[in-house]
């Protein structure tokens, strides 16, 4: 079975991670989806039941709600983790000195104060640069290189982030996400030049 990921939500409907749809099952099988959302995304066949000669399926939706605590509302605003494909993603695979697009394997991570000098591997401190202008930068601060940031990095939130590390977004999760992404966002322009 060929089925896209399942946007999980908490009960209060704050976007949590994507679950495959094996995952989703176990959740309705346990009877701990509380509500759903969008369209049919998959149906998985059980075995047929000796007693009535019916077979058991479990149909899902690409969106549910699972039960209990508010597993998300912390995880809301909780530091999304750091890679090079939501960096760059998250960049627009623009280089953030020259402005230049370019592809996955000419980018690098840049952190804008150097590690050596004290910077951290963090969201605010790195930008998506190509392989040229980070030769050029090196181990300085933009200043001390003559560069100039394109853009400001940011922390994505939660939304921005399940946007960032899943390609095959359903159309209705993406309508659900977006409303949980500020209309300044990058990430919200890369969704509206790519749609």
Not at 7 to 20: A, E, F, I
Not at 135 to 157: H, I, Q
Request: hydrophobic letters at 40%; glycine letters at 8%.
């Amino acid at each position: 079975m060929d089925a896209p990921l399942i946007l999980t939500l908490d009960s209060h409907g704050v976007p949590h991670r994507w679950v495959t749809w094996q995952q989703a099952c176990f959740y309705y099988a346990k009877n701990l989806v509380a509500w759903t959302l969008g369209r049919t995304a998959f149906t998985a066949y059980g075995g047929i039941c000796r007693a009535t000669g019916e077979r058991s399926s479990i149909t899902g939706h690409s969106i549910i709600a699972v039960k209990g605590k508010a597993m998300a509302m912390k995880g809301f605003t909780q530091v999304p983790p750091l890679n090079n494909r939501e960096l760059f993603r998250r960049d627009r695979h623009l280089c953030a000195y020259c402005g230049g697009e370019f592809s996955f394997l000419r980018l690098t991570r840049d952190h804008i104060l150097p590690l050596s000098r004290g910077g951290r591997d963090g969201w605010t401190n790195v930008v998506t640069a190509c392989r040229h202008c980070n030769g050029v930068k090196r181990n300085r601060t933009p200043d001390e290189a003559g560069l100039e940031l394109y853009y400001v990095p940011y922390v994505p939130n939660k939304a921005e982030y399940l946007i960032l590390t899943n390609r095959r977004i359903l159309a209705d999760q993406m309508e659900f996400l977006l409303q949980h992404v500020a209309s300044h966002s990058r990430v919200f322009h890369l969704v509206h030049a790519d749609g």
